[in-house]
């Protein structure tokens, strides 16, 4: 059994739940507080002198360039006309408690985080009049999710996002996109994609982000023992809108390394899990809405439902020296729909409840 590096009360989710697929009940599941549990590394994580080496070709076998970067603050429409991938927010490092413990979903082979309870509440969106906070202390997050999975033994997958900007609800934490390996059993887990999350970004673009989990217990944002090694692409950095990028995540000399675009960004060592997480038992991909109720006004993806041509999608999912791919696609809520185009591709996301 691998040692837990942060219980959820740690990581400020007091209460978790799990949700079948498909079934109206629910699980409680257990929450270990770890006293002591060590303050978790800065949201952007500093270029460093790497202790691994990551592999010379990314993981769909092109050659490492540099990603195109804006001037820093640039938006993620700017980004887009400029013919640019990344650049980094406007205020440069946002380390705060609240990056480092804003909520987040996950999604196993047949269960999947349903709810949980935080005490980060979301900030107004930017431009906007204020409005009281909810009172709520402790106010319940309801994760909603769009997913392809598959039972894949492998070195790590890679698969093409579409990267949106989806309408956030002011009283909503985030919505997103992500490729996920993870162990057979689903409990340990390393992620990257693109949030609109005003609570670890500070604005209504789409973000770079990496996240991981130790035997099912919620870590950080872009943090908690991630190396960068990239010098001009980093986990929090602003993306371009309304196009498309490949994302990947692969095994390679003691390490889980993370690539988007053109370059490796970094990686989590695989001393967090003991050295016992070396290669996938499951992978999934999906569409992830955090909401304060269970009826969300957020969009997911670029808010078109997924019977519609031009709605968000996720597609040429492939494994490194696995399976070949079989996607089985699930949706959690009514709310938003997905649709299977092809085993590797679907098309995912809708407007939410509003």
């Avoid at 498909?22 to 929450?31: D, E, H, I, Q």
């Avoid at 002011?170 to 919505?175: E, I, R």
């Amino acid at each position: 059994m691998l040692k837990s590096r942060r219980g959820l009360l740690a990581a400020g989710l007091t209460v978790a739940v799990i949700g079948a697929i498909g079934v109206a009940s629910t699980l409680n599941a257990g929450a270990e507080q770890i006293p002591g549990a060590p303050v978790a590394a800065p949201a952007s994580a500093p270029v460093a002198a790497p202790d691994a080496q990551p592999p010379a070709s990314l993981p769909w076998g092109t050659k490492p360039q540099r990603v195109k970067r804006g001037r820093d603050g640039a938006t993620s429409r700017a980004l887009k006309a400029a013919g640019l991938s990344a650049a980094a927010p406007a205020g440069g490092d946002r380390t705060t408690p609240d990056d480092e413990y804003a909520p987040k979903g996950r999604s196993s082979r047949s269960t999947f985080l349903k709810t949980a309870r935080t005490t980060v509440v979301p900030p107004e969106p930017p431009s906007t009049d204020p409005s009281p906070a909810p009172s709520s202390s402790a106010p319940t997050v309801t994760f909603l999710y769009n997913v392809g999975s598959q039972a894949a033994v492998s070195e790590g997958a890679y698969a093409n996002l579409t990267i949106n900007k989806p309408v956030l609800d002011k009283s909503d934490y985030h919505t997103l996109a992500e490729l996920a390996v993870q162990s057979a059993d689903g409990a340990q887990i390393v992620e990257v994609g693109w949030t609109v999350d005003r609570v670890v970004n500070g604005d209504d673009d789409p973000h770079l982000f990496v996240y991981h989990w130790v035997d099912r217990q919620a870590t950080c944002y872009n943090g908690c023992g991630f190396v960068r090694y990239s010098k001009t692409v980093a986990p929090g950095d602003t993306l371009t809108v309304d196009t498309q990028k490949k994302f990947g995540i692969q095994f390679y000399g003691g390490a889980w390394w993370v690539a988007y675009d053109t370059e490796w960004v970094g990686y989590f060592p695989a001393k967090i899990w003991d050295n016992e997480f070396t290669r996938t038992g499951m992978v999934q991909i999906f569409g992830e809405v955090a909401a304060s109720s269970d009826r969300p006004c957020t969009q997911m993806g670029n808010g078109r439902p997924a019977i519609d041509a031009t709605s968000a999608r996720i597609g040429s999912v492939s494994y490194l020296n696995g399976p070949a791919p079989d996607l089985v696609v699930r949706s959690t809520s009514d709310y938003y729909r997905v649709s299977r185009l092809t085993a590797r591709t679907f098309r995912y996301g809708g407007p939410g409840a509003c």
